[in-house]
């Protein structure tokens, strides 16, 4: 993510896994240059998530998600539904 700042500094970094689906805000605290992190499964949250970027809606609407919206604060979306097949 580093490297994908120093080249373009205004992209939306984002991460999924294990690790950031069961520690969203410490994941964001501890790494700074992140945007923000998927919360559970990420296929559905992904699309809305691009849409919220490209300033389609609020990230805060787009639930399974926690981001950073100011320098050091933090925020977790509702839990997205697991996907049903």
Same mark, same amino acid.
């Given at each position: 993510m580093e !490297? !994908?700042?120093?080249? @373009? &500094?205004?992209s939306f970094t984002v991460l999924g896994g &294990?690790?950031? @689906?069961?520690? &969203?805000i410490e994941t964001l605290g501890e790494c700074h240059m992140l945007d923000?992190?998927?919360? #559970? %499964? #990420?296929e559905e949250t992904e699309v809305e998530l691009a849409e919220a970027v490209r300033g389609d809606r609020k990230l805060a609407s787009?639930? #399974? +998600? !926690?981001?950073? /919206?100011? %320098?050091?604060a933090q925020? %977790?979306? @509702? &839990?997205?539904? /697991? +996907?049903r097949s």
């Open positions: !490297a !994908a700042k120093d080249v @373009s &500094p205004s &294990p690790h950031p @689906s069961f520690l &969203p923000a992190v998927y919360i #559970g %499964e #990420g787009v639930n #399974g +998600i !926690a981001f950073t /919206f100011k %320098e050091d925020m %977790e979306t @509702s &839990p997205r539904p /697991f +996907i």
